[in-house]
C-alpha cells in the first residue's frame, strides 16, 4: 500500500534557482515527517524533517512545508546548487512505532 | 567517529539459499531498524530492534528475521531465498526507539539472486 507517494520521477532545475520536490501521503495517522537525500552507493542521509503541529520548518537552504488538510508536503531547496543533484525521499511516520513509510523517490538534478 | 557499517558490501546467492546481513550501528546507538529498498522505490520497513527486543515488524515473510545482539549489533537473515528477494537492504542506526529526527542509515548491502 502506498500510504507516501512522490509523483514526479524526476525534476531538473537550473543552479540558482528554486527546487520544490512534493510528496503526498493518505494516512492521517501520520505525525511525523522526513526527507532523506540520497547518492549513489551511498544510504540515505537525513534532510530536515518536520512534526505534524507545524506547517513550516527550515534549515539553510531548505524549508520543508506542511499542509495537513491536503496531506501534502514539499520541500523547497534555495538556491539549488549542482551538489544537490541526488534522489530525495520522503518519509513518515505514526506513532511510536518507528516505522517510517517511503516515497518512491524523486531524482533532482542541479545544472551549472 | 565510524557510521553505520554494514557487512557484506555486496552479495550473490542461489535462490533457495540462505543469506545473513550484518550491521554495526554507531556507538551508543541502542535502536537497529532494518529495510528493503527494491530498485525504483524507496526502503520498505523490515525490522526495527531496540534494547536487543523486536519493536516492530514491517509486511515480511516469516522467511526474514534478526536478532540484536548486548553489543546492539544486528543480523537479518533470510530464508529460502526468492529472485524477488535481490534489492538494496539498509540497516538504520538511533539512540532512541522513538525519532524526532532522521535515522542514520549505512551504505547497504546489495543482494543480488539468481
Known amino acids: 500500500d502506498q500510504q507516501v507517494k512522490q509523483n514526479s520521477p524526476s525534476l531538473s532545475v537550473q543552479e540558482g534557482r528554486i527546487s520544490i520536490l512534493n510528496c503526498d501521503y493518505t494516512n492521517s495517522m501520520f505525525d511525523y515527517f522526513l526527507w532523506y537525500k540520497k547518492y549513489p552507493a551511498e544510504g540515505p542521509t537525513f534532510l530536515i524533517s518536520i512534526s505534524s503541529i507545524k506547517d513550516k520548518n527550515e534549515d539553510g537552504r531548505f524549508t520543508v512545508f506542511l499542509n495537513k488538510s491536503a496531506k501534502h508536503l514539499s520541500l523547497h531547496i534555495v538556491p539549488s546548487q549542482p551538489g544537490d543533484s541526488a534522489v530525495y525521499f520522503c518519509a513518515a511516520s505514526a506513532g511510536l512505532v518507528n516505522d517510517m513509510r517511503f516515497g518512491a523517490g524523486t531524482r533532482l538534478t542541479v545544472k551549472p | 567517529d565510524a557510521g553505520v557499517t554494514q557487512s557484506p558490501t555486496h552479495l550473490i546467492k542461489t535462490r533457495g539459499q540462505h543469506v545473513t546481513l550484518r550491521c554495526s550501528p554507531i556507538?551508543?546507538?541502542?535502536?537497529v531498524s532494518w529495510y528493503q529498498q527494491v530498485l525504483g522505490q524507496g526502503p520498505q520497513f523490515i525490522f526495527q530492534?531496540?534494547?536487543?527486543?523486536?519493536?516492530g515488524r514491517g509486511n515480511f515473510p516469516d522467511r526474514f528475521s534478526a536478532r540484536q545482539f548486548p553489543n546492539y549489533s544486528s543480523e537479518l537473515n533470510v530464508n529460502a531465498l526468492l529472485l524477488g528477494d535481490s534489492a538494496l537492504y539498509l540497516c538504520?542506526?538511533?539512540?532512541?526507539?522513538?525519532?524526532?529526527?532522521?535515522?542514520?542509515f549505512g551504505s547497504g548491502t546489495r543482494l543480488t539472486v539468481v
Open positions: 556507538s551508543g546507538h541502542k535502536s
Open positions: 538504520a542506526s538511533s539512540e532512541r526507539q522513538v525519532l524526532n529526527y532522521g535515522y542514520t
Open positions: 530492534y531496540y534494547e536487543k527486543e523486536e519493536r
